[in-house]
């Protein structure tokens, strides 16, 4: 198998289709998706149909969210930025994502946070709004969530 992957690695999409089957390339997508951070995951999204497909399987299994406001969060995304691993974060924006557990999603906003920061919350819930059974806010992230939906 490393020996295709390596190969095809360096061909064109056309010829990497016809080198690698199907099903290698299904679970190279599942693979990569499992062992990724949830802003990977969320990135990975858009690199190809099986890798939606994957990543939408594991976005899936967050029936639990919860979304809390933490003072002084964005001075730590700003001093993480510079550190190397910025996995937690999410690609877009000042938002920390956590696994709690198996079935739990963490998100946490900080407590002042900018327009882009809520827009960005409004679509990561949109995410998982076909999957969450219980969703649990602090009281100033909903007052922010009304203020966004009256815009629209």
């Not at 994957?54 to 550190?83: C, N, P, Q």
């Not at 946490?108 to 827009?119: G, T």
């Amino acid at each position: 198998m490393t020996t295709y992957v390596g190969y095809a690695a360096q061909c064109s999409p056309a010829v990497r289709k016809q080198i690698i089957p199907l099903e290698i390339r299904l679970e190279i997508a599942e693979r990569m998706i499992a062992y990724a951070s949830l802003a990977d995951v969320l990135r990975w999204r858009g690199v190809s149909r099986r890798f939606r497909a994957a990543a939408m399987r594991r976005l899936a299994r967050y029936t639990t969210i919860h979304v809390r406001v933490y003072d002084g969060l964005s001075t730590l995304y700003e001093k993480a930025s510079s550190i190397a691993n910025i996995g937690d974060w999410h690609p877009a924006g000042c938002l920390l994502l956590s696994e709690m557990g198996p079935h739990e999603l963490g998100i946490a906003l900080d407590s002042r946070p900018k327009w882009k920061d809520v827009k960005i919350l409004v679509a990561l819930l949109n995410v998982f709004r076909e999957n969450a059974i219980q969703i649990q806010m602090d009281s100033p992230i909903v007052e922010l969530l009304v203020k966004e939906v009256r815009k629209k």
